[in-house]
């Protein structure tokens, strides 16, 4: 007798009240089949085992810096049989699962734990393909001083140019700096501050002061009295002493101090 075929199992023989009437490879047991034939009403069974296969696993990525084991499991038709000893790392990116191919809509047969979320269907031994979804984390913008700035949700992976505080008074914003010492320009783009899904970090800004040019004349009739007195650059905020009365003279006045104009 020729074997019957079901997709994913293998016959296993055909029984009669668990009698054997058929061998799973064929062969027809004559004595039981007649046994079975004398009775009325007589059905009988089909009975399958169900194949096993290999399932290989693609990283769905060239980067050389993803980390899953085992590369390779092994499944059971028609059941949820879960990788033992699943593990996966990949800098910056969390793992969704593991589909049948790479496109959007492809069916999910493995979680990111491992964990079987669909019963095996596939006939064959297959490659199943790591999706990934870049982290996110939220940026806080410490402007010390400036206008504030909402809070920003960036993703790993991506490149982002941060929002450039208001004016601060006697100060020019030159850019940002994280927390562990990281400085960008105003006009760097910024990415991957964090590689862990979820977590906060903060940019502070970085200021400097605007300079001036302080510009000296002893006034209306008054001489310098010292020829190097000349314009002075100050910075905003610095300590700064003024000439002192003694670098400029006018007749039958006395030197009562600088006006700022």
């Not at 058929?22 to 009775?39: D, H, P, R, W």
């Not at 169900?50 to 980390?67: E, F, L, R, S």
């Not at 100060?171 to 964090?194: A, R």
């Not at 906060?200 to 040019?213: C, D, F, R």
Request: proline share 3%; with cysteine; aromatic share 14%.
């Amino acid at each position: 007798i020729e074997p019957a075929t079901k997709a994913g199992y293998k016959f296993n023989g055909i029984k009669y009240n668990d009698i054997v009437i058929v061998e799973k490879e064929g062969n027809l047991q004559m004595g039981n089949a007649l046994k079975a034939i004398t009775e009325d009403n007589v059905t009988i069974t089909p009975t399958w085992v169900a194949n096993t296969y290999t399932v290989t696993i693609d990283d769905n990525d060239n980067d050389n810096q993803i980390v899953i084991s085992p590369l390779s499991t092994t499944v059971t038709y028609g059941k949820k049989t879960n990788i033992n000893g699943f593990s996966v790392n990949r800098i910056g990116y969390s793992l969704t699962g593991l589909y049948d191919s790479t496109n959007t809509g492809a069916t999910q047969y493995f979680d990111a734990f491992g964990n079987a979320t669909t019963e095996w269907d596939k006939d064959a031994d297959t490659t199943l393909y790591a999706q990934w979804k870049a982290n996110t984390y939220t940026v806080k913008f410490d402007t010390t001083g400036g206008g504030e700035l909402d809070d920003a949700t960036w993703e790993y992976g991506t490149a982002y140019k941060a929002e450039q505080p208001s004016a601060r008074t006697g100060y020019e914003f030159v850019g940002w700096k994280t927390d562990d010492g990281k400085t960008f320009n105003k006009y760097d783009s910024i990415s991957n501050l964090t590689t862990i899904n979820g977590r906060t970090v903060t940019l502070t800004a970085i200021w400097e002061p605007k300079s001036y040019i302080l510009d000296y004349t002893c006034g209306e009739r008054g001489i310098a009295q010292q020829p190097e007195m000349t314009a002075r650059d100050i910075s905003y905020g610095a300590p700064y002493t003024f000439w002192n009365g003694d670098v400029c003279h006018r007749d039958g006045y006395e030197f009562n101090g600088w006006t700022i104009f």
